[in-house]
Every structure is written in C-alpha cells, then in structure tokens.
C-alpha cells in the first residue's frame, strides 16, 4: 500500500505530465510580456499606449470569459477532451497573431488565443488524479512549473525576438500547445471512473463559491497579482529602453530572475518546513507593494528600477506558486472545477483590467503613476489577504485512492 506521505508512480506522472501542459500554456502569456508593448508600438495603429494595453489585456478578457464555462465544462463533459478543445483554440489565435499585420489584428488573435482558456480544467484534473495528502505536492509542482515558464519567458522573449521576432513567437507559441495535445493524451493518466462520472460534480451552486469568504481573499489575490503584473509591463519596456539598448534586455531579465529565484527559494522552503506559510503569503504581497514604490521613485535611477524588479519577481513566483495549491484545499471537494474556474476567471479578470488601466494611466500620467497605482493595488490587497486563514495541511478525501 502506498504510504499516504509518498506520491505514486501515477500521482508524480499526472503532476508532471500537467505541469508540462500548464507550462506550456502559460508560455504563450508570458513570453510576450517583456517584447510585446515595442513591438506593438510600431504596429499601425499602436501609437497609443491605451490600444498596447488593450491589446496585451484582451487574452485575459476572453481567457475571463471562458474559464468558468470550460471550469463547468469539464465536470460534466470530461477533464481531457476540454483540455484538448482548449488547447486547438489557442493554437489557432497564435496563428492569427502571427499573420497579424495592424494592432487590431494582433487584440483579435490575442483574444481567440484567450479563449482555450483550459487552466480550471487542467488544476481540477490535478485534483482528481492526487490524494488530498499529497495534493500540495503535485500543485506546488505545476505551481513551480508556472514559475520556472515565466522565469524562461522573461528571458527568452527578448532573445527570441532578435531572432524570429514576435511573429515568429506566437507561431511557436502555438506549435507548442499542439504538441501539448499528445502530452494530455498519452503522459497524463486518465481519472477515475467513479471521479470523472460522479454525479456529484456540480452539486455546489457556483453562488457558494462566491461568497466563501477564503476563496474571496484567494480569488482578490490572483486578480490583483495579475493586474499589477500585466500594468507594469504596459510601462517596463519603454522605461528600460531609456537606460539599455532593447536587444540587451534579455541579459537584464536574465539577471533579475536568477537573483529573484536566490531569494524566493529559501523563503518558500522555509515557510513550507515551518508551517509559516500564510507569513510568507503577506510577506509577499507587502514586497510587491515596497516593490512598485521602488519603481515609481526609480524613474531616472537604473539600479533603483533592477532592484525593484528583483524584489517584485521574487514576490510574485512566490505567490504564483502558493495561489493554486491554496485554491485547491480551500475548495469544496465537490466543486473543485467550478472554483478553480472561478479563480482562474478572476486571473484573467485582473489580466485585462491591469493592462488596460496600465495604458490609461501611462497615456494621460505617464509611466511613474502606473507603478504607483500597482503599489496602491498591493496595499489593498494586502487589507484583504491579511485576515487570511493559515493553510491546513489537508486530510479531506481526495478523488484519487
């Protein structure tokens, strides 16, 4: 019998075959961030920063749209044939991204690619195929997965632009969710009977989800995580363009995110063996705060700006990592699709909110007030989470025995 404190041979399979797939996906999100408001900006029709911001922010619409419809979906149609659809969608607004020859072109690939918006479904198969004690495990892979793909995107998009251009990456982005589709099909193991057929998949009315009061302060959290970071890199690239030539700005990511990895490391193996996780949490989002101050005051000061975004990539990879996990242990067993596509939704929400508010305030205040409204964001996030309950360890049944 397996020791109920050991992953299987299935569970440790499905945790990497899915955090291979979230990896994937989630590439095609991140890697255009610190190249894509240049390139938008010789685009016809990209002179205004409000059309970048709408542009960047549109795939966090249509990814809000669709997550809890996919989320709801897959526990009654199946995890793996959502997960299939989504993918085939998203290869094909890669495509149209790809051709795109206006700005306008590029917002309606983004937002096609939003629309195989699979990540509710991919974390709710998670749940189904690993034990509620091992469960943190297998979600602190995907959510090290999510990490280390931004960590790559950040560095990797302003190399890959040198050489194949933006073009070039969303088309990569999209041959890269096609392979994607035999990784689901053969590497990740298919769920229970008794968890992929139960009729009791949607019994919690989503009205439930809504209101319980930790899965609010989760789903603030993801929405403010990722409206700040989608805000600041509506501002980033042109501010390091006036310090460092932009085919160098892949040595400075570089940088920034190894020193943000030495930090981050310790902090979450610390919190994890101390059982202090949830002082870690708000550590973390006080850090974003302090982080987006050092930004907004670091306008004309080079080393000030990298050291800002050391301390916020440290901060955010943490809380990027932590946020699934938590949702997941938070949810009712029951429901566990429809409120990570709650979740998922609030993600995508904040998206398109922080790109586009990001746009506004760079256009008309120029881009040190779009710092100080993503340090403003932080602290209200920060009133929200600190009431927060600190994680359990989890005992509940898991859908996987």
């Not at 900006?41 to 990814?63: D, F, R």
């Not at 918006?117 to 943190?136: C, E, G, M, Y």
């Not at 969710?177 to 919690?204: G, M, T």
């Not at 670091?298 to 050291?307: K, P, R, Y």
């Amino acid at each position: 019998m397996q020791p109920p404190d050991r992953m299987s041979p299935q569970e440790l399979r499905a945790s990497l075959g899915l955090a291979s797939v979230f990896g994937l996906r989630m590439l095609g999100m991140f890697i255009v961030l610190p190249v894509f408001a240049l390139y938008a900006g010789k685009l016809p029709g990209g002179s205004s920063q409000i059309l970048i911001g709408i542009a960047l922010g549109v795939y966090g619409l249509t990814q809000a749209c669709f997550q809890l419809p996919l989320g709801r979906l897959s526990d009654v149609w199946g995890r793996k044939r959502t997960i299939y659809l989504g993918l085939l969608i998203f290869a094909v607004g890669s495509l149209v991204a790809a051709v795109a020859s206006d700005i306008y072109a590029v917002a309606i690939g983004r937002a096609i690619q939003g629309a195989g918006a699979i990540s509710s479904a991919v974390i709710a198969l998670n749940a189904d195929l690993t034990r509620a004690d091992n469960r943190t495990k297998s979600m602190a892979i995907i959510g090290m997965a999510i990490g280390a793909t931004f960590i790559v995107s950040m560095v990797a998009g302003p190399a890959l632009d040198r050489l194949i251009g933006v073009p070039g990456i969303f088309l990569m982005t999209g041959v890269l969710a096609l392979i994607a589709v035999p990784v689901v099909r053969f590497v990740v193991p298919d769920p229970p009977a008794d968890v992929a057929q139960s009729p009791e998949r949607s019994a919690v009315p989503v009205r439930d989800i809504l209101r319980d009061p930790e899965l609010v302060r989760l789903n603030f959290g993801i929405f403010a995580l990722h409206g700040i970071l989608m805000a600041m890199f509506v501002a980033i690239p042109f501010e390091l363009s006036a310090h460092l030539a932009q085919a160098n700005h892949w040595k400075m990511y570089l940088g920034v995110m190894l020193a943000s990895v030495v930090i981050m490391v310790p902090v979450m193996l610390v919190s994890e063996r101390r059982r202090r996780q949830k002082a870690a949490f708000i550590g973390g989002v006080v850090v974003i705060a302090a982080a987006q101050s050092m930004l907004a005051a670091s306008s004309e000061v080079f080393v000030l700006s990298v050291a800002g975004l050391v301390l916020f990539f440290a901060a955010f990879n943490l809380l990027e990592a932590s946020l699934p996990s938590l949702v997941s242990r938070a949810a009712p067993p029951s429901a566990k699709g429809t409120a990570i596509g709650v979740y998922s939704t609030l993600q995508f929400v904040g998206s398109f909110v922080g790109a586009t508010a990001g746009g506004l305030i760079a256009q008309y205040y120029g881009n040190t007030m779009v710092f100080a409204f993503c340090a403003l964001v932080a602290l209200v996030w920060l009133a929200v989470a600190v009431g927060m309950r600190a994680p359990s360890q989890g005992t509940a049944a898991a859908g996987h025995r």
